[in-house]
């Protein structure tokens, strides 16, 4: 896959550093949903973090969203 790219861009390091950036946002952005979904569904909470808002009896994480 990564020749792939680098033979599919022509060796352009722009094309490239903005295929990599985008990359790194989006394992972020996975990173981040994942943990969200997991603290819904799991009772165990132990890698709750500070600043979360309660409404409604749900918890909203302000810590979570807000850091990526």
């Keep these: 896959m990564q020749i792939l790219t680098i033979i599919g861009s022509k060796g352009d390091m722009t094309i490239?550093?903005?295929a990599y950036a985008f990359g790194v946002v989006w394992s972020f952005f996975m990173k981040?949903?994942?943990v969200l979904v997991l603290r819904?569904?799991?009772s165990d909470q132990e890698y709750k973090v500070p600043?979360?808002?309660k409404i409604a009896g749900r918890e909203i994480?302000?810590?979570l969203?807000?850091?990526h």
């Design 16 to 18: 490239l550093a903005e």
């Design 32 to 34: 981040a949903l994942g």
């Design 40 to 42: 819904f569904q799991r």
């Design 51 to 53: 600043l979360n808002l």
């Design 61 to 63: 994480p302000i810590g």
């Design 65 to 67: 969203v807000s850091s």
